[in-house]
């Protein structure tokens, strides 16, 4: 049986620009077997959307708070998303 799907987009705040915080996203998500994208936002925040198993995108969550070093998360807000967009792959966009 396979395992529950999951699809969600999270906004991390904190000092999360300029210390490589999109490019260790895609690592760590791609070593999960997620998929998705991630962006820098106009307010300094980042945005990233993650899908796949249940477990592993809860993981990425929890490793969203920590980020890379050089970066001092203040805050994740996750939303839960009920769409089925199939992503394939891990994106860095602008």
């Given at each position: 049986m396979?395992?529950?799907r999951r699809n969600v987009r999270?906004?991390?705040?904190?000092?999360v620009?300029?210390?490589?915080f999109r490019l260790w996203v895609r690592d760590e998500a791609t070593s999960l077997g997620l998929a998705g994208?991630?962006?820098?936002?106009?307010?300094?925040s980042v945005t990233t959307q993650?899908?796949?198993?249940?477990?592993?995108?809860?993981?990425?969550?929890e490793r969203l708070w920590k980020g890379p070093s050089g970066?001092?998360?203040?805050?994740?807000?996750?939303?839960?998303?009920?769409?089925?967009n199939a992503l394939v792959g891990f994106r860095i966009v602008a």
């Open positions: 396979a395992g529950h999270a906004r991390i705040y904190g000092n620009q300029g210390v490589g994208w991630v962006r820098n936002e106009a307010d300094a993650i899908a796949g198993l249940d477990e592993a995108v809860s993981t990425m969550i970066a001092s998360v203040s805050r994740v807000d996750v939303e839960e998303l009920t769409n089925g």
